[in-house]
């Protein structure tokens, strides 16, 4: 009898502790997730480059695309850190250069158009209304879940979702900064993110024993590439010239005034 209360008190234990630390990373990737949309909308607003010369130059810097592609780098420097100092090796087999054009590259092309979508968004809307269409996730995953897998869901699932939309609906009807091409960008990236979710579902439950840090490892050096060519593509090469005028590297060579498309930001 008391093998079985200290087992049923260190069960008990654990089962506590296991919880509050999955609060702890759900509060955690709340937090970060609404301080990331703040920033980057900081960033469009008010975010300068500037070079110490006589006068002293600068220049705005609103490049969403460029600005995903250093997400992407900054995510793979910290999974490496994560990965290989603390806890000393990816989990599971490394993958194949096949399979990762196989299983990682068509996730990793969704990711960085979602994370890229959602940037362009709040070049023209707030991360609050942002954060608002984001909440149509649930009712979006749960579809595309029902179409791409046959999955079937229980009653209380249905009827969570007029409470989230109908309310969403509401809120979108009275924003004052409405904008239609930043909904549109936000809204897409709801949808790419919900089909993110499915895709990297059957990855972390699939049989290569693969946790998120280590997928997001694998996943980041090819959506930073992906997003590299089209920022080049539709950004030029302005935004590197910049990054690299206010870090010194080219201090002595002239930035080139290349005109920038009309600015269409949000008040």
């Known amino acids: 009898n008391g093998e079985s209360s200290e087992r049923g008190m260190s069960g008990g234990g654990n089962a506590s502790h296991g919880l509050l630390e999955t609060a702890a990373v759900v509060l955690a990737w709340f937090v970060l997730n609404i301080a990331m949309g703040s920033s980057t909308k900081w960033i469009f607003l008010y975010g300068e480059i500037c070079v110490e010369s006589v006068p002293r130059e600068c220049r705005a810097f609103k490049f969403p695309l460029t600005i995903t592609v250093i997400h992407m780098v900054f995510s793979w420097g910290m999974c490496w850190i994560q990965l290989y100092h603390f806890r000393g090796r990816p989990k599971g087999s490394g993958l194949t250069l096949a399979q990762q054009l196989e299983k990682v590259v068509p996730l990793s092309i969704c990711f960085s158009l979602s994370v890229a979508m959602g940037n362009l968004s709040l070049k023209y809307i707030y991360p609050s209304f942002n954060q608002m269409l984001g ?129 269409r930001t949000a008040p």
Do not use: H
């Not at 149509?136 to 209380?156: D, E, F, G, H």
């Not at 960008?185 to 693969?210: E, F, N, W």
């Not at 590299?228 to 030029?236: C, H, Q, W």
């Not at 935004?239 to 080219?250: I, S, T």
């Open 135 to 263: 909440a149509m996730s649930p009712l979006i995953t749960v579809a595309l879940a029902l179409v791409m897998q046959r999955k079937r869901y229980n009653w209380w699932t249905w009827m969570s979702m007029p409470v989230i939309c109908g309310g969403l609906a509401l809120c979108s009807a009275e924003e004052v900064n409405f904008n239609f091409l930043g909904t549109v960008y936000a809204t897409g990236a709801t949808v790419l993110r919900a089909l993110k979710s499915i895709m990297q579902g059957r990855l972390l439950q699939g049989g290569d024993k693969m946790d998120s840090v280590t997928l997001l490892f694998y996943m980041a050096p090819w959506a930073a590439g992906f997003l590299g060519i089209l920022a080049v593509a539709s950004e030029g090469l302005e935004p590197q010239m910049q990054l690299l005028r206010g870090l010194g590297v080219m201090s002595l060579a002239p930035l080139p005034d290349i005109p920038l498309a009309p600015d």
